[in-house]
Nanobody, 116 residues
């Protein structure tokens, strides 16, 4: 089995920072590309940032210059450092992990709330 667990969400004031973690465990050898997504009630899940197995990154326009995605392959963990947070960043954040030889997996999400 494969488990994907997001953590690090919480309540923060506008302008503050949070670091989200996406940890993958179970019967895996390594993970490939990982994407962070977010979703608000009534809306579709939107892509925030991605990182390839080699470390190449891409960001949504809303995340550029404020968020940084990184990975620690030794821990099968991907991080999303979120700075200069805005109330519109409030959402449930999910990660999607490509596990080599096993397919794609989603975590259960972590709530981020930014107060004005």
């Amino acid at each position: 089995q494969v488990q994907v667990v997001e953590s690090g969400g919480g309540l923060v004031q506008a302008g503050g920072s949070l670091r989200l973690s996406c940890a993958t465990s179970g019967s895996i050898f390594s993970i490939g590309a990982v994407g962070w997504y977010r979703q608000t009630p009534g809306n579709e899940r939107e892509l925030v940032a991605t990182i390839s197995s080699g470390g190449s990154t891409n960001y949504a326009d809303s995340a550029k210059g404020r968020f940084i995605i990184s990975r620690d392959n030794s821990k099968n963990t991907v991080y999303l450092q979120m700075n200069s947070l805005k109330p519109e960043d409030t959402a449930v954040y999910f990660c999607s992990v490509a596990v080599h030889g096993r397919g794609g997996y989603w975590g259960q999400g972590t709530q981020v709330t930014v107060s004005s």
